[in-house]
């Protein structure tokens, strides 16, 4: 327990605004988030897929060349959005939790620090994996996963260590430099690993699939069959450990917020209802979707099911943020209330956001092209 000595100092915010109301920059937090997670498990999921298939995979048949070509040649776009993506939730929860996020993230900073080489590490072994037959292609495999595993540690911890200010002392005296002695720490990191491969093994199914190389006796209907097996077949492994590590999660969370998200009559549960029923949902067309693994449809249709099953997810995230700093030890923070002591004053700058929305659109329509382009390239055996 903490003593009331111990309560942590927040720093000082009543003196300056946002931008724009909070639900305006909580709901561009959480999108931008979304698509940050999808690159993410895309990234992430791709890279431990290959792993595993360098492992288990003595003698690889020429399908199996092309589509971990095809798969490992995706990663370094995917890596490029997922950071792009990081930088917009990044900035717009530095805005609205910045006395919290700041501090979690100093205590950190050496971590924090550390992400910028582990990118590296992860982005050169994205190139140098492509070695085949080498040592140096499979240190490369192997630290693809881990690098990027270890940067999923560091960002856990850090969103931790925001919304749970009486743990920064343990960090103030040195007796913590990274992990978070709290119960939540284990569940939720994965809880979100599990998340990774759910939505990993389905970006494996996407991004694998491929025209055969020029040289090749394979059809694309074979090649698109494969991918969307092995994907799959990760897809089924990350749903159950999501449902049992979203259980486990929920019982570490305090009581009262667990009553919050399973009491059936306020919004944010039928949210946290919706989203398992949508992963529910996703697991019977992911079925079909293996029975008719060249078709796009089904994969589609599993795909979109589980993509807005972690929009709810992310919703349900957020209102476990809002719950922790709205307690006393955190400073009573009342993050939708402009008239509330504890609240954000607005300073309207409708400028800055038209600017963001047009920005937002362009670079939208620049990745989705980027992404057609790509895909319209032929494997590589
Ligand atoms: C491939 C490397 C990365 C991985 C695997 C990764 C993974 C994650 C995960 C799992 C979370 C959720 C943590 C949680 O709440 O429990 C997260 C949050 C976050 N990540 Fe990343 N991330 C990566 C790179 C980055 C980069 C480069 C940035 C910044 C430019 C970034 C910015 C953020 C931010 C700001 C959050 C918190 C968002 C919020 O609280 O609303 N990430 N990341």
């Known amino acids: 327990m903490i003593a009331a000595a111990a309560a942590p ?31 993410v498990s895309a990234v992430v999921g791709i890279s431990c897929i290959l792993l595993l298939r360098c492992l288990l995979l003595r003698n690889r048949s020429e399908i199996d060349r092309q589509i971990n070509s ?13 950071i792009n993506f990081g930088v917009a939730p990044l900035l717009f929860t530095q805005c609205l939790y910045g006395p919290w996020f700041y501090t979690a993230s100093i205590f950190i900073a050496p971590f924090w620090l550390a992400v910028l080489a582990l990118l590296l590490i992860g982005f050169i072994s994205t190139y140098l994996a492509r ?97 969307t097996r092995i994907g799959l077949q990760y897809f089924f492994l990350g749903l ?26 306020n919004s944010i549960s039928i949210i946290w209802y919706a989203s398992l029923f949508l992963i529910g949902l996703a697991l019977l067309t992911g079925i079909v979707a293996a029975f008719k693994a060249a078709g796009r449809f089904s994969l589609a249709i599993t795909t979109i099911l589980t993509a807005l099953s972690l929009a709810g997810n992310l919703i349900v995230r957020q209102h476990i943020r809002t719950y922790y700093l709205s307690r006393d030890i955190a400073g009573n923070l009342d993050i939708y209330n402009p008239n509330s002591t504890t609240g954000w004053q607005v300073q309207n700058h409708n400028s ?30």
């Open 9 to 39: 100092h927040i720093p000082a915010y009543q003196h300056l605004a946002l931008p724009a109301p909070a639900w305006l920059l909580v709901t561009l937090s959480t999108i931008t988030f979304w698509i940050h997670l999808i690159f």
């Open 70 to 82: 095809r798969a490992l040649r995706s990663l370094p776009l995917c890596i490029s959005l997922a």
């Open 131 to 227: 070695l085949k037959q080498s040592l140096i292609g499979f240190i490369c495999t192997l630290l693809m996963p881990l690098a990027f595993i270890a940067i999923l540690y560091i960002m856990t911890n850090n969103s931790v260590l925001t919304i749970q200010p009486e743990h920064w002392i343990e960090f103030h005296r040195h007796t913590s430099a990274l992990h978070v002695p709290d119960p939540i720490v284990g569940p939720r990191l994965l809880h979100n690993l599990a998340i990774i491969i759910t939505l990993g093994g389905l970006a494996w199914a996407w991004l694998s699939r491929s025209k055969p190389a020029p040289d090749s006796q394979l059809t694309q209907t074979n090649i698109n069959r494969h991918a």
């Open 240 to 265: 159950p450990l999501q449902i049992a590590f979203t259980i486990w999660y929920l019982q570490t969370l305090p009581k009262p917020l667990q009553s919050q998200l399973l009491h059936t009559s």
């Open 352 to 381: 800055a956001i038209i600017a963001f929305a047009i920005l937002a659109v362009i670079c939208l329509i620049t990745i989705i092209v980027m992404l057609k382009l790509v895909r319209s390239r032929p494997a590589q055996s």
